[in-house]
């Protein structure tokens, strides 16, 4: 079975700050894959960033980046800049070798103007 | 393109009612999921589909039932809905299984369900 675990159910940053989210997983498999979803006050899920179990490289995409930490198990979310707009929850999430998709409970992120 | 739509957007049920969640994707998905999100609990896979006639239990099947009879088409059933079931319904779909980035998952907007 996999797990998600995000310890943060909420946090807050000032517009143009730094913010980073935490996750943490666990899973028996090796051919696996990370993500990170948002979710804004519309309800609609937005693929923010994800990342291959096998590749070694932190993911990017603009302002949001990632920290795996293979070994630790550790998938945190960096977002730079903070914006208004990048007030959401955020959920982090795995899929292995099945077709499932397990989430973590998320993080409400409030960004302060 | 319109992506994953769910229909209806709200719904208030009475105890012991059933109703029918309809999902349909434009992309030409093989796979499609039902989740149900509630407060404080993440995202929680109630079943998927990984192509047309096929269906498969996720983690919280029970109470629920599912039909794929067309490809686009993935449509979640309450045979006697009971207040437990009262949360957000998602709908997602994707190209295929298997980790590789053209099998990220597509969300609809969500259906908001009131049992009372």
């Known amino acids: 079975a996999q797990t998600v675990t995000q310890s943060q159910p909420e946090m807050s940053v000032q517009e143009a700050e730094t913010v980073t989210l935490s996750c943490t997983y666990d899973?028996?498999?090796?051919?696996?894959?990370l993500f990170w979803y948002k979710q804004p006050p519309s309800r609609q899920m937005i693929l923010v960033i994800r990342?291959?179990?096998?590749?070694?490289q932190n993911a990017t995409e603009n302002r949001f980046s990632v920290n795996f930490q293979k070994a630790a198990k550790s998938f945190s979310l960096k977002i730079s800049d903070s914006q208004l707009g990048d007030a959401a929850m955020y959920f982090c999430?795995?899929?292995?070798?099945?077709?499932?998709?397990?989430f973590g409970k998320g993080t409400k992120l409030t960004v302060n103007p | 393109n319109a992506g994953v739509t769910q229909t209806p957007k709200f719904r208030v049920l009475k105890t012991g009612q059933s109703m029918t969640l309809l999902c349909a994707q434009d992309?030409?998905?093989?796979?499609m999921y039902w989740y149900r999100q509630d407060p404080g609990m993440g995202l929680r896979l109630i079943h998927y589909s990984v192509g047309e006639g096929t269906t498969a239990k996720g983690e919280v099947p029970d109470g629920y039932n599912v039909s794929r009879l067309k490809k686009q088409n993935f449509l979640l059933g309450l045979e006697s809905a009971a207040p437990s079931q009262t949360s957000v319904y998602f709908c997602?779909?994707?190209?295929?299984?298997?980790?590789?980035?053209?099998?990220?998952?597509?969300f609809g907007a969500g259906t908001r369900l009131s049992v009372l």
């Open positions: 999430g795995i899929r292995g070798g099945s077709e499932k998709l397990v």
């Open positions: 990342q291959e179990a096998y590749k070694q």
């Open positions: 899973t028996s498999e090796s051919d696996y894959y």
């Open positions: 997602a779909s994707s190209y295929g299984g298997g980790n590789t980035a053209k099998n990220i998952q597509y």
């Open positions: 992309m030409n998905h093989e796979y």
